[in-house]
């Protein structure tokens, strides 16, 4: 093996033989496990929210890999409507074209092009990170297969009445045209105004105060509501109000939905353009009266004066004319949540049209039974009732989009406004009987990108053909996925998977948390923070940093920000890490946190750790290369027996994390085991025995197949977590282990076995292991050289003590480096010693002739002095008022912290310069 770990040398290397050489398809034995994707869209790159899931994902299909089970993880793409679209229409502007001048077929071709050119990125980077997927099965939601299925669930649904089309509110996009998912409009706080408006009575009597954020909207007002119960308006409800500028009279209703201690208690009602004044509107029978066309101006409804502003333009207008009338009340700043489209991020309308929905009720009850019953189970548990609380409040599902690039809606009109729904217009003229010579026009919408994803489980594995690999791998065994997702694709999942596969889509659902920053922030471009894994792996120099972090951004005052930060914090640039070290950081953060801040310094330690794996096996392999590890006779000793018993509670513990999908209590057994437990003890103590002199063949025999066996089954289990490491190392250690096989992916997981588990070993070895660091704790405090033998004294030995000394004593002389442990004779006296306890046992190491006592008098005098001196400056700081009452509280209880700190250090220098100072003292 190469000296150092160097993973730029073996990553690449070893994940293209495992895929030529077919390692991630299903093995065709064993009991079915499969995972899919959650499909990244086809334009995108590996963030670190994907780079986290992809970590979980292969982790988990890696483990089941190795307990023999036919594991499929199902990769692919989504085609991503909204977001793809707008990547090749920006292309086509920067040469001064629109969609409009290619032409539907011709701009779809183009999408394709783009697609085929630059939408293997994200497979690229996947491949970087050592993700496990059967590449021979990747799949695209556009492609010839899935198409099909999704025309299929269409056309099925609309022959069963759960598809129509209706005019209804939808999220629209006034930049893009478009109608908009939830998920894809964003609420952001944005400072605002709050205008309260004065609307007189018909009759002249008096007038209402009603408050909008959305003066222009008044001009689409089809009532005012009041509470029921609101004893100053409830004699008003029934009466009328003249809507000003629009000079139309509107009903006062009453309604519950009325806060009544929130502005006047009058609120303006705009059925066509707030989807809460919609449902109010549909309970009191109100007229929608659309003021907006597609581009947000106002359209023929309104008084001429107004019609084709801009929105905005025509809020100015109309408060200026509302003024003129003296029908302002008053003004206020007002922040308020503003809608805005994630892609254009223009403020989103809701907008009254003729949209596609799917009926969702009749496919909500069957889902919400499938949790309930436990057919599908949420990991953490907590997050079914956020399931529920959504699916029992579910609202009809608007599925149509207003884009080019997607599933065109497969639906045709006639002339005379009649529509047919069918899989293809063959299809349709030959169900419906319609003339070849009637004219047939497809909807131009397309589908949401939703829709096809809802159908990803069963579509990827071949429906609606009945296909082997649906019959063996649906449902699959988990959902990995974030909590944010939960509504829009999950619960549509769950719903289409029963209602075409009568079955459940997956078992269980793993919603892990969201990666923010250090200081749990979201990571994004503005920010300035947002990392990229593979610059994490490959490591960047710090002005490419500086370029990608602050290029593209148009405020120059952000750039210089985020430039500054990006120095201060990379002064260096990033390190290159390796993919191991990223994975194992991932899997460590893998809590049940909802956010999960992702730290730079944790990936440096367990680079560190990649290091200590690697010079740890460099030395089992350098001391069993070439040696006896035959057949004979071996002889365990007790540093063997301890080591193969930790190994037994280590796999029992990193099985139950696998099987909680808890892989942060996983990789904390396992670093805890492979640091602490093999590397720093179990490596020194076989020198005990391999450079031991009077160690006998079956003795070593036995410490060297201890070491390579721990070693290989070690980097079996921890395979799933860190691939290319764990698989490098095996290549060398697996035969002297005795294991056959072409890679560690063909390996069994080692399963722990509770009866090669022994207790009372393991306590002595603990207790062994006390001793040792007794006597180190001893020699750090005082100084003493690390290659300075000397005799350890006990006093108060119990015979337990004695004998667990006689059997283990060699351990203690060697990691101690001490030249005897002898016992005080009855009736000896205790020499001036630095003394530690281990339960009723005195340990001691006599200070005569081991230290200068005049030079270590003086050494500890100045620390003490040192101490006392930042003692003084961190009481004084803590003594100004305006200190405490200013600073950041993180910060004063840091500095309280650093008090209590260098007080009990203080009284532990204090201590050993009492005993110093005894020595140097005449009896």
């Keep these: 093996m190469d000296k150092t770990y160097s993973p730029r040398d073996i990553e690449q290397r070893l994940y293209q033989r495992w895929e030529a050489e077919g390692r991630f398809r299903p093995s065709g034995q064993g009991r079915p496990y499969s995972i899919v994707i ?148 964003l609420s952001l706080e944005e400072p605002g105004h709050l205008w309260h408006l004065r609307y007189p009575l018909a009759d002249g009597s008096g007038s209402l105060v009603v408050a909008t954020t959305r003066p222009e909207t008044m001009l689409g007002d089809t009532a005012v509501a009041v509470h029921p119960e609101d004893e100053r308006y409830r004699q008003l409800i029934g009466r009328t ?274 990666i923010r920053d250090a200081e749990g922030q979201k990571m994004s471009k503005s920010k300035g923070n947002v990392l990229d894994p593979l610059d994490l792996i490959d490591g960047i120099d710090l002005e490419t940093l500086v370029h990608k972090r602050t290029g593209g951004l148009m405020q120059p ?65 350098m001391s069993v290369e070439g040696q006896d590890l035959g057949p004979g006779e071996e002889r365990l000793s007790l540093a063997d027996r301890w080591i193969r018993s930790r190994l037994e509670a280590v796999l ?4 139950a994390g696998f099987a909680a999908y808890r892989l942060d209590l996983a990789s904390q057994a396992l670093y805890e085991f492979t640091w602490y437990e093999f590397c720093d003890w179990y490596l020194e103590l076989s020198k005990a025995v391999l450079q031991s002199e009077t160690a006998s063949d079956a003795e070593r025999r036995a410490t060297r197949r201890t070491l390579v066996g721990t070693l290989e089954a070690l980097l079996r289990a921890l395979h799933p977590l860190m691939p290319f490491i764990t698989e490098e190392i095996w290549q060398r250690a697996a035969p002297l282990a005795g294991c056959g096989g072409a890679s560690i992916m063909q390996q069994r997981w080692p399963q722990p076995d509770a009866a090669r588990r022994e207790p009372a070993v393991e306590a002595e070895m603990r207790w062994l292991m006390d001793f040792i660091l007794a006597v180190r704790q001893i020699r750090g405090e005082m100084d003493i050289a690390p290659s300075r033998r000397f005799e350890v004294l006990l006093a108060q030995a119990s015979t337990a003590d004695l004998e667990r000394l006689a059997r283990g004593g060699h351990f203690v002389e060697r990691l101690a480096n001490v030249s005897g442990l002898r016992p005080l004779a009855g009736g000896e006296a205790e020499p001036e010693s630095a003394v530690a306890m281990l339960g009723e046992l005195r340990i001691l190491v006599p200070m005569a002739g081991l230290i200068d006592v005049a030079a270590e008098a003086a050494r500890l005098g100045k620390r003490i002095g040192k101490l006392q001196q930042d003692l003084g400056k961190t009481q004084a700081k803590l003594g100004n008022s305006s200190f405490v009452a200013n600073a950041p509280p993180a910060v004063v209880e840091q500095e309280r912290a650093r008090v209590t700190e260098f007080r009990r250090e203080l009284d532990s220098l204090g201590a050993q310069l009492e005993r110093v100072r005894r020595l140097g003292s005449p009896p």
């Excluded at 059925?271 to 597609?294: K, T, V, W």
Aim: contains cysteine; hydrophobic residues 40%; negative net charge.
């Design 38 to 185: 959650p499909p990244p869209n086809v334009t995108g790159t590996l963030h670190m929210g994907h780079a986290f899931q992809d970590t979980i994902m292969d982790a988990l299909t890696r483990y089941h890999r190795m307990l023999g089970e036919d594991t499929l993880w199902q990769p692919g793409t989504d085609h991503a409507g909204i977001a793809t679209q707008m990547v090749v229409e920006r292309q086509l502007n920067a040469e001064q074209k629109t969609r409009h001048d290619l032409g539907r077929e011709a701009f779809v071709a183009r999408v394709w092009r783009w697609k085929d050119e630059s939408g293997g990125t994200i497979a690229r980077q996947m491949r970087r990170l050592g993700a496990s997927v059967d590449w021979s099965r990747d799949r695209f939601t556009m492609d010839e297969g899935l198409s099909r299925a999704v025309t299929e669930t269409f056309v099925r649904l609309h022959d069963e009445g759960l598809i129509y089309r209706g005019k209804r509110l939808v999220n629209w996009d006034p930049v893009l045209h478009t109608a908009l998912s939830d998920l894809e409009v």
């Design 241 to 514: 109000l003249r809507l000003p500028l629009a000079q139309r009279e509107i009903p006062i209703v009453g309604d519950d939905f009325v806060d009544r201690e929130f502005g006047s208690g009058c609120v303006k009602i705009t059925p066509a353009h707030d989807f809460n004044d919609y449902e109010l509107g549909q309970r009191h029978g109100l007229p929608l009266i659309n003021i907006l066309d597609q581009n947000a101006a106002l359209n023929d409804a309104v008084p001429a004066a107004y019609r084709g502003l801009d929105r905005f333009e025509a809020r100015r207008r109309v408060v200026a004319d509302l003024e003129a009338l003296g029908l302002v009340d008053k003004i206020e700043p007002h922040a308020l949540m503003v809608p805005r489209g994630d892609r254009s991020n223009a403020v989103i309308e809701p907008w009254l049209t003729d949209q596609w929905y799917v009926r969702i009720e009749p496919l909500a009850g069957p889902a919400i039974a499938a949790v309930e019953s436990g057919r599908i189970r949420f990991v953490p548990e907590n997050w079914d009732r956020t399931y529920f609380e959504w699916m029992r409040n579910i609202k009809d599902w608007c599925i149509s989009r207003q884009l080019w690039w997607g599933h065109r809606i497969p639906a045709w009109y006639a002339p005379d406004g009649a529509v047919y729904v069918g899989r293809s217009e063959a299809e349709v003229r030959e169900r419906h009987a319609l003339p070849a010579g009637l004219a047939l026009r497809q909807d131009e919408d397309v589908l949401d990108t939703w829709f096809s994803s809802a159908l990803w489980p069963f579509s990827t594995l071949g429906w609606p053909e009945r296909t082997p690999e649906l019959a063996k791998f649906y449902p699959t065994s988990v959902l990995v996925t974030g909590f944010d997702i939960i509504f829009f694709w999950v619960a549509r999942m769950i719903m289409l998977g029963l209602k075409f596969m009568d079955e459940v889509p997956f078992r269980e659902v793993y919603v892990h948390g969201l």
């Design 557 to 621: 005052h952000l750039a210089r920000g985020i430039e500054k930060s990006t120095r201060k914090q990379f002064p260096d640039g990033i390190a290159p890490y390796g993919t191991d070290a990223l994975r194992f950081t991932f899997a460590a953060l893998a809590t049940l946190s909802r956010d999960i801040r992702f730290d730079v310094g944790r990936i440096e330690g367990y680079r560190n750790f990649c290091n200590k794996l690697w010079n740890a096996a460099r030395f089992v392999l």
């Design 652 to 655: 029992e513990a990193t099985r």
